[in-house]
């Protein structure tokens, strides 16, 4: 990055990290009495803002409330409500904010990214018309593209609806497009995430993955997360139980 003085760098390496949005947030809060965990399942330069939502789009309220869900995965400055997030670009590779025109791209990835060794069978199954929701809007969204195609996500949201919880940001969501795998597209999502959390002065970033997917598990090692705890037995998946991880990254 130049504006930012950060440097992104990518691995090769490619994986698919993604996750469920409604499990996730109702372990959060069935947790919330305890310890609580919240879930998942090549340098660049900062280019132009990309445009927020048109004002006829529905309100999408996705920066305050967890929005749950497991997550496998180039940039501009782009703004949101509050301020502005910095972006990088890598490449031919640029994330930018979302925009409700990118809803059916990130609907066809969500539904055809996922797999049972990375997120939930049940929630890409049945009829989904759009992506983005009141609680998930594309202001919780950093986007990664070349040549105007959509090649993957990461949901970056507050982890905690109450101020106690402020400074701890959750990736909710990471995907890559099964045409775009092996590209680094993950690591340069992952770069932006920590870019961006940074901008906003958060402590910590955290994440839930399956324990049954290792190539996920690799690529959040590799970007410095580390494991903070188990949930045994935590779903039940083709007729088997998965453990759920649950790591995070100081920042």
């Given at each position: 990055?130049s504006?930012?003085?950060?440097?992104?760098?990518?691995?090769?390496?490619?994986?698919?990290?993604?996750?469920?949005?409604?499990l996730?947030?109702?372990?959060?809060?069935?947790?919330?009495?305890?310890?609580?965990?919240?879930?998942?399942?090549?340098?660049?330069?900062?280019?132009?803002?990309?445009?927020?939502?048109?004002?006829?789009?529905p309100p999408?309220?996705?920066?305050?409330?967890?929005?749950?869900t497991?997550?496998?995965?180039k940039?501009?400055?782009?703004?949101?409500?509050?301020?502005?997030?910095?972006?990088?670009?890598?490449?031919?590779?640029?994330?930018?904010?979302a925009?409700?025109?990118?809803?059916?791209?990130?609907?066809?990835?969500?539904?055809?990214?996922?797999?049972?060794?990375?997120?939930?069978?049940?929630?890409?199954?049945?009829?989904?018309?759009?992506?983005?929701?009141?609680?998930?809007?594309?202001?919780?969204?950093?986007?990664?593209?070349?040549?105007?195609?959509?090649?993957?996500?990461?949901?970056?949201?507050?982890?905690?609806?109450?101020?106690?919880?402020?400074?701890?940001?959750?990736?909710?969501?990471l995907?890559?497009?099964?045409?775009?795998?092996?590209?680094?597209?993950?690591?340069?999502?992952?770069?932006?995430?920590?870019?961006?959390?940074?901008?906003?002065?958060?402590?910590?970033?955290?994440?839930?993955?399956?324990?049954?997917n290792?190539?996920?598990?690799?690529?959040?090692?590799?970007?410095?997360?580390t494991?903070?705890?188990?949930?045994?037995?935590?779903?039940?998946?083709?007729?088997e139980?998965?453990?759920?991880?649950?790591?995070?990254?100081?920042?």
């Open positions: 990055m504006a930012a003085g950060i440097t992104v760098t990518t691995d090769l390496a490619e994986t698919v990290v993604q996750g469920n949005e409604l996730l947030h109702q372990l959060v809060m069935n947790l919330a009495d305890n310890d609580i965990r919240h879930n998942l399942g090549p340098g660049g330069t900062l280019a132009q803002a990309a445009p927020a939502a048109t004002a006829s789009a999408r309220n996705s920066s305050s409330a967890p929005e749950c497991l997550c496998g995965v940039m501009d400055d782009v703004t949101d409500d509050r301020s502005p997030v910095a972006a990088e670009s890598t490449g031919n590779v640029t994330v930018r904010r925009v409700e025109a990118d809803d059916a791209a990130l609907l066809e990835i969500e539904l055809t990214a996922w797999d049972g060794s990375s997120g939930f069978p049940s929630l890409t199954s049945g009829e989904r018309s759009q992506f983005f929701n009141e609680r998930s809007g594309p202001d919780a969204h950093l986007v990664a593209e070349a040549g105007g195609e959509v090649l993957g996500y990461l949901r970056l949201q507050d982890k905690y609806p109450f101020p106690e919880g402020n400074g701890v940001l959750a990736i909710n969501g995907a890559v497009a099964n045409s775009a795998r092996g590209r680094g597209i993950g690591s340069t999502l992952l770069e932006a995430a920590t870019a961006e959390a940074v901008r906003r002065g958060a402590r910590k970033l955290t994440l839930h993955v399956h324990a049954t290792a190539p996920a598990r690799r690529l959040y090692e590799r970007h410095g997360y494991l903070e705890g188990t949930h045994h037995r935590e779903f039940q998946i083709d007729g139980y998965v453990d759920a991880l649950h790591l995070a990254k100081f920042l």
